[in-house]
């Protein structure tokens, strides 16, 4: 399955039921009178946030959704039937916005949630509805209420416990693929990994879920490479897990501009608490090792946006994916930082009141 999770599609709520206009006409029956019915509700167009979904992929054929109108009303006092829904089945995570991109209507974070983006029209009056003592016999009756239409934007933004940052080729899908049971794509050059992934990884019989996104490079918020739009993904995550390919050329110049990038993108992910290691320890020797140490130590220093606020700054962690070597410190280093944020949003949340 392809992962898409951007998507522009149209919606329509139904338009409401036009009301009757009818007169009670039977042999025997010496009064008659109006009895035209309202017209029926127009159906809604509905967020529902639901299990087993991890894409947008659904809305790449589909672009257009329109609710169904509502019944008319009918003689006897028949009121019409309500329009059917236009249920939208989206992944957790993802956020509704209009047109503009930028005014959000909804943020579907849990499953079970729903959210009604557009209304149906109201039905219209029937002419039973006029009849009054000065006007026995109405012959008017309302049309149903327009539904609403409007252009929506559906963004998926992964819901992970912890995140994976880096440039290209810094051993993010490898150490995925280590600790988890993800299978990335995994290959000896640059921008391997095209689209969001995640693992659910298990360290000291608890478990967190781990996000690996496409590397970064300079500029990435320019446009350049495959740009900054998949940070979203790492919005939500309590930590960020920030690789350092140790072979690479400079340590220090790698860490500064994945930093740049992740400022420059905003939404405090340059707040979040960071781990950082160097990744591939195994490929180089010991002399170029200590130097790469010693140059991310001084980037690390300089950089002041590197520690969030409250957060005391963590020693620099030396793993490899392939040998294993420093990858389950790093685990339990991200792990206490995800225990920590869900006992303080656990503590947040509000309690149910008791009562004897």
Known sequence: MKFLDQARIYIRSGDGGAGCVSFRREKFIEFGGPDGGDGGRGGDVVAECVEGLNTLIDYRYQQHFKAKTGMHGMGRNRAGGRGPDAVLKVPAGTQIFEEDGETLIADMTEVGQRVVIAKGGNGGFGNAHFKSSTNRAPRRANPG?????????????????????????????????????????????????????????????????????????????????????????????????????????????????????????????????????????????EETLKQQLERLRRAVSSYGPSVAAGEKRRPILKISAATGAGVKEALRALLSVVEGRRKVEAEAEPQPEWRP
């Open 145 to 285: 209420e327009q539904g609403q239409e409007m252009e929506i934007w559906l963004r998926l933004k992964l819901i992970a416990d912890a995140g994976l940052v880096g440039l290209p080729n810094a051993g993010k899908s490898t150490f995925l693929a280590t600790v988890s049971a993800a299978k990335p794509k995994i290959a000896d050059y640059p921008f391997t990994t095209l689209h969001p992934g995640l693992g659910v990884v298990g360290i000291d019989g608890r478990e967190f879920v781990l996000a690996d996104i496409p590397g970064l490079i300079e500029g990435a918020h320019e446009g350049h490479g495959l740009g900054d739009r998949f940070l979203g993904h790492v919005e939500r995550c309590g930590a960020l897990l920030h690789l350092i390919d140790a072979s690479g050329e400079h340590a220090g110049r790698a860490y500064r501009i994945v930093r740049q990038e992740l400022d420059a993108y905003g939404a405090n992910l340059s707040d979040k608490p960071e781990i950082i290691a160097l990744s591939k320890c195994d490929v180089v020797d």
